[in-house]
Nanobody, 124 residues
Framework: QVQLVDSGGGLVQAGGSLRLSCAASGRTFSSYSMGWFHQAPGKEREFVAAISGSGGSTYYAASAKGRFTISRDNAKNTVYLQMNSLKSEDTAVYYC?????????????????WGQGTQVTVSS
C-alpha cells in the first residue's frame, strides 16, 4: 500500500524548465524503483525515466536523455524529474510510478502504483 502524489506541472515556454515532484507514503519508499511516464492526448502512456531504490542507477527514454534528470531523496520520500530544454512535444500528463520488484522499468505493466498525474504544457 503506497500512495503517490505528483505535482509541479504547469505552462512553460519552449526551451524552459520545470521540476516535477512525487511524494510517496509508507516506510519502504527506498525499496521501490521509481519512474515517470507521460501520456499525450490520443497516445499510449510511455516511459520517460526511472531510478533504482538507492538512486544508484538511472534510465531514460531516448527523447528524455540529455534534457531530463531523475533523482530521489529517500529521507523525504520524494522523487523528482528535472525537465530542461522543454519542447512542444513534451506536452503531456506526467505520472509518477512505483515498480514491482525485479521488473523492467520500461513497461507500464510493471508499475505497481501510479500517481494521479500532473499536466505539463509547453508553448510554441
Amino acid at each position: 500500500q503506497v500512495q503517490l502524489v505528483d505535482s509541479g506541472g504547469g505552462l512553460v515556454q519552449a526551451g524552459g524548465s520545470l521540476r516535477l515532484s512525487c511524494a510517496a507514503s509508507g516506510r519502504t519508499f527506498s525499496s521501490y524503483s521509481m519512474g515517470w511516464f507521460h501520456q499525450a492526448p490520443g497516445k499510449e502512456r510511455e516511459f520517460v525515466a526511472a531510478i533504482s531504490g538507492s538512486g544508484g542507477s538511472t534510465y531514460y527514454a531516448a527523447s528524455a536523455k540529455g534534457r531530463f534528470t531523475i533523482s530521489r531523496d529517500n529521507a523525504k520520500n520524494t522523487v523528482y524529474l528535472q525537465m530542461n530544454s522543454l519542447k512542444s512535444e513534451d506536452t503531456a500528463v506526467y505520472y509518477c510510478a512505483a515498480y514491482y520488484s525485479s521488473s523492467s522499468v520500461y513497461y507500464k505493466s510493471n508499475v505497481r502504483y501510479w500517481g494521479q498525474g500532473t499536466q505539463v504544457t509547453v508553448s510554441s
